[in-house]
């Protein structure tokens, strides 16, 4: 009496496929969205907008389109612009650990803040 | 501080029912050309006397932004008149500020430490208000030329900001 011996067609090379689609293999954790760059007017002795929120890694660009100089500072000192007059802008990559209020250092009462989500959120 | 640069102006220059003659309070272009430079000038005096007289980082602070501005709006303002062919023309109200300011300087004179500060910060906050109010109710109105009356509206934004500014500091100082 002869053995059968049944065979599945394909056989290992089912396998690669099928744990690819499966999505096993890959790298764990969401993606990050690529960097934006977010522009802040200072227009009117005042920030606009007031609060802005960006991911860790995007850039800032400060842009002052007063007659008078402004700068945009931490209220910290953590950070600061250089003084900006009219036109001039000043651009700056956005760390979490940056976040909070800032302010003009010529004019303090004009307020804002800049809130920085972790890179990964989406 | 007996009277103050503020309260003259506004005299002179807000009361409502002769401010809206223009021709008889001689207020052509050239004369609120001359006022606005005047009164300018007078703001950038005033600090200049705060930088020689106070030690306050928070009052030196202001009195520079006060340098830094106001300069920069005579710029505008005299780039404005050269390019309109207009030239600022003395006229009472700008002698009457004038003199006023320099009554205001002689008082400071005689005050160091918190009392200056106080002093200069008070007034500021007075001269502030009054220059604002003859802006907007006198020097805005009666402006024939459209730049020129743009020029000062787009002033009052920064005016705005230091009168918060002197306030804000002003509530700091009586505070100590």
Known sequence: MSRRRTRVAGGPLLVVPLLVACGLGAEDGPERPPPETHTV???????RPAELRVRAG?????????????????????????????????????LESEAGPYLCAFHPVMEARLVVDPSTQE | MKTTTGTLLLLFLALAPQARNAAAQGLDDAAIAHIAVTANQLDITGAEQALETSSDSEVRRFAETMIRDHRGVIARAAALAERLGVTPADNEHSRVLAAQAAAVRDELTGLRGAAFDRAYVKN??????????????????????????SLLQNVVPALRTHLEHARHLSEELDGR
């Open chain 2, 124 to 149: 500021e906050v007075s001269y502030h208000e009054a220059v604002i109010g003859a802006v907007e109710q006198t020097l805005v109105p009666n402006a024939s030329n459209a730049e020129l009356k």
């Open chain 1, 58 to 94: 995007d850039t800032i660009v400060w842009v002052n389109r007063d007659f008078v100089p402004h700068t945009a500072t931490a209220t910290d000192s953590a950070w600061t612009s250089p003084p900006l007059g009219q036109g001039e802008q000043w651009r700056r990559v956005a």
């Open chain 1, 41 to 47: 007017e200072i227009r009117g002795m005042a920030f």
